[in-house]
């Protein structure tokens, strides 16, 4: 049976009574006026901000010394670690970059197109502080953009008041490749980025993930600057058959809904029992959580949380494809069957030997992925993001006679005689002796 047109007969054991799309007129608003005062006043309104939002009088662009001396407040074993989490996400990022290369190709005799791979001048990359400390992601946004030969990269990540920026952030961020650190958050970090306030240059690009209010600069300056994705909240959707681990799966649902309070995580079966007990296992495990984690994962299960039954694993498969969920995890036999037949999400896991805990930290993947089904249109942050793949052409004038007539006889059909005179005064020149055809019917 043709899968797009197979009739769903999924149940639902557990339906979210929210989504993670919320009114966000009011954030709009708020962000709308604060770029606009940033924009106008420059890098007085930016620090202005930044005194009332982080509520942080200290240095905001880290010298080096301050750098290095955030680093010494790092432990060897962290640093070991993130050294470690780094070199994984550069070697993954560094084959990336080799399926992307410089090409040319002779279209017809005597003209020859091509394609060359660009990295962007500049990048900034925006590191979370707030609720958890995002270390991670100063790894997977700086190495990736350093790989892809960005000249000049920013992190801004927020400082905690009275102390500043995270150390093993600021540590990440300067192993990773930052050429500036600068310690400020939010909306006021993006403007900064975009515009080129406090000393930095222009970014070109701007990277990482954030709360609410950061997706929103991001998306409203999206166009003056590129972005990596516009984001929502995290979300997650694991796959299992009846030889799952219902322990296993249970957890991981757990230490994915701990991202917030809105973050959808979602099991997909056809397995009743394994369902049944994976729904009696999650309040036991998320009350075992501290205690903001666990007020988060409470309220994401909630809340968000879905538990849906199918009756096969194709049905289980379109299911996933629909909700395009940002990380997919498949603890089913046959995986080789799954990674062939899925198409929709941001990264996947196969197997119970891997989970989404291990590409948000450690094994070389990124982890900066799309959200809100948007895996139906796109991947992930890669060294791609932050490359340009433009063209080129070049001819001889021989080469040039054929695609000059073609060329000239289009745009007269299409109404655009200054165009086609583009191409008639190339072919005068080059074969004053000839007679060509040239008009829309010819």
Same mark, same amino acid.
């Given at each position: 049976?043709?899968?797009?047109?197979?009739?769903? =007969?999924?149940?639902?054991?557990?339906?979210?009574?929210?989504?993670?799309?919320?009114?966000?007129?009011?954030?709009?608003?708020?962000?709308?006026?604060?770029?606009?005062? @940033?924009?106008?006043?420059?890098?007085?309104?930016?620090?202005?901000?930044?005194?009332?939002?982080?509520?942080?009088?200290?240095? @905001?662009?880290?010298?080096?010394?301050?750098?290095?001396?955030?680093?010494?407040?790092?432990?060897?074993?962290?640093?070991?670690?993130?050294?470690?989490?780094?070199?994984?996400?550069?070697?993954?990022?560094?084959?990336?970059?080799?399926?992307?290369?410089?090409?040319?190709?002779?279209?017809?005799?005597?003209?020859?197109?091509?394609?060359?791979? @660009? $990295?962007?001048?500049?990048?900034?990359?925006?590191?979370?502080?707030?609720?958890?400390?995002?270390?991670?992601?100063?790894?997977?946004?700086?190495?990736?953009?350093?790989?892809?030969?960005?000249?000049?990269?920013?992190?801004?990540?927020? $400082?905690?008041?009275?102390?500043?920026?995270?150390?093993?952030?600021?540590?990440?961020?300067?192993?990773?490749?930052?050429?500036?650190?600068?310690?400020?958050?939010?909306?006021?970090?993006?403007?900064?980025?975009?515009?080129?306030?406090?000393?930095?240059?222009?970014?070109?690009?701007?990277?990482?993930?954030?709360?609410?209010?950061?997706?929103?600069?991001?998306?409203?300056?999206?166009?003056?600057?590129?972005?990596?994705?516009?984001?929502? $909240?995290?979300?997650?959707?694991?796959?299992?058959?009846?030889?799952?681990?219902?322990?296993?799966?249970? =957890?991981?649902?757990?230490?994915?809904?701990?991202?917030?309070?809105?973050?959808?995580?979602?099991?997909?079966?056809?397995?009743?029992?394994?369902?049944?007990?994976?729904?009696?296992?999650?309040?036991?495990?998320?009350?075992?959580?501290?205690?903001?984690?666990?007020?988060?994962?409470?309220?994401?299960?909630?809340?968000?949380?879905?538990?849906?039954?199918?009756?096969?694993?194709?049905?289980?498969?379109?299911? &996933?494809?629909?909700?395009? $969920?940002?990380?997919?995890?498949?603890?089913?036999?046959?995986?080789?069957?799954?990674?062939?037949?899925?198409?929709?999400?941001?990264?996947?896991?196969?197997?119970?030997?891997?989970?989404?805990?291990?590409?948000?930290?450690? &094994?070389?993947?990124?982890?900066?992925?799309?959200?809100?089904?948007?895996?139906?249109?796109?991947?992930?942050?890669?060294?791609?993001?932050?490359?340009?793949?433009?063209?080129?052409?070049?001819?001889?004038?021989?080469?040039?006679? &054929?695609?000059?007539?073609?060329?000239?006889?289009?745009?007269?059909?299409?109404?655009?005689?200054?165009?086609?005179?583009?191409?008639?005064?190339?072919?005068?020149?080059?074969?004053?002796?000839?007679?060509?055809?040239?008009?829309?019917?010819?």
């Amino acid at each position: 049976m043709d899968r797009t047109s197979r009739a769903m =007969t999924r149940t639902y054991l557990k339906k979210a009574t929210l989504t993670a799309v919320s009114d966000a007129t009011e954030v709009r608003e708020t962000v709308s006026r604060i770029l606009q005062e @940033i924009d106008t006043h420059g890098d007085a309104a930016a620090l202005e901000y930044a005194a009332k939002f982080d509520k942080y009088d200290g240095n @905001i662009l880290l010298t080096e010394e301050e750098i290095a001396a955030a680093a010494a407040k790092v432990p060897q074993k962290l640093k070991d670690d993130i050294r470690f989490a780094q070199d994984n996400v550069r070697r993954f990022a560094e084959q990336q970059k080799q399926t992307v290369s410089h090409i040319e190709y002779e279209i017809v005799p005597g003209l020859i197109a091509g394609q060359k791979a @660009i $990295p962007v001048a500049a990048s900034g990359c925006y590191v979370p502080a707030g609720r958890y400390r995002h270390i991670a992601s100063a790894v997977m946004t700086v190495t990736t953009a350093k790989v892809a030969g960005c000249n000049h990269i920013t992190v801004c990540s927020p $400082p905690q008041p009275g102390e500043g920026i995270n150390p093993a952030i600021a540590y990440a961020a300067k192993v990773s490749g930052a050429d500036k650190i600068m310690a400020i958050g939010g909306v006021q970090a993006v403007a900064s980025m975009a515009f080129g306030l406090l000393g930095q240059p222009k970014a070109n690009i701007i990277v990482g993930p954030g709360n609410q209010f950061v997706a929103e600069a991001k998306r409203s300056l999206y166009g003056r600057v590129g972005i990596d994705m516009i984001a929502g $909240p995290t979300d997650s959707l694991v796959l299992a058959d009846k030889d799952a681990d219902a322990f296993i799966v249970a =957890t991981d649902l757990v230490s994915q809904a701990e991202h917030g309070y809105n973050s959808p995580v979602w099991l997909v079966t056809d397995d009743g029992a394994l369902a049944e007990n994976v729904l009696r296992l999650v309040p036991d495990l998320i009350e075992a959580l501290p205690a903001l984690n666990r007020e988060n994962a409470a309220a994401a299960w909630r809340d968000y949380a879905e538990v849906i039954l199918c009756t096969d694993r194709e049905e289980m498969a379109a299911t &996933s494809d629909e909700y395009a $969920p940002e990380h997919l995890t498949v603890q089913a036999a046959e995986l080789d069957w799954w990674q062939d037949r899925l198409t929709c999400y941001g990264s996947l896991f196969l197997g119970e030997e891997t989970t989404v805990s291990y590409g948000d930290k450690a &094994s070389g993947t990124n982890h900066v992925l799309p959200t809100s089904r948007a895996a139906t249109y796109t991947g992930g942050l890669s060294v791609h993001k932050y490359m340009k793949i433009v063209t080129w052409q070049r001819a001889t004038r021989e080469g040039s006679k &054929s695609i000059a007539q073609a060329t000239a006889r289009i745009s007269r059909l299409e109404g655009m005689e200054g165009h086609a005179r583009a191409a008639d005064v190339r072919l005068a020149k080059y074969f004053p002796d000839e007679d060509f055809d040239l008009s829309a019917d010819g």
